[in-house]
Nanobody, 121 residues
């Protein structure tokens, strides 16, 4: 199976920056895409940013221009650099990876355990 381990969350003041990391390990044949989602209290989980194999990126409108997603294919790791943070960015951030564990398996979405990001005003 595949494990995703996130790190880098914490408490920061509005206007500050944080960098999240997520490393994938286990039975990985190929990672098709990785991304970050977030869930605030009382709200549904929402997409923050994704990066597809080959480098194409996608961002939620609410974070475009402030957050940057990147990856290191050699390390099976995805990063999320978050700048100009706002209180409304407060949420649990989850890493996601779409992974094939062998040439004959369909790709499957794996999730990390989540990391808390809190932005104080």
């Amino acid at each position: 199976q595949v494990q995703l381990v996130e790190s880098g969350g914490g408490l920061v003041q509005a206007g500050g920056s944080l960098r999240l990391s997520c490393a994938a390990s286990g039975s990985i044949f190929v990672i098709n895409a990785m991304g970050w989602y977030r869930q605030a209290p009382g709200k549904q989980r929402e997409l923050v940013a994704t990066i597809i194999r080959g480098g194409r990126t996608n961002y939620a409108d609410s974070v475009a221009g402030r957050f940057t997603i990147s990856d290191d294919n050699d390390k099976n790791t995805v990063y999320l650099a978050m700048n100009s943070l706002k209180p409304e960015d407060t949420a649990v951030y989850y890493c996601n990876a779409n992974v094939k564990i062998s040439p004959t398996h369909f790709p499957y979405d794996y999730w990390g355990q989540g990391t808390q990001v809190t932005v104080s005003s």
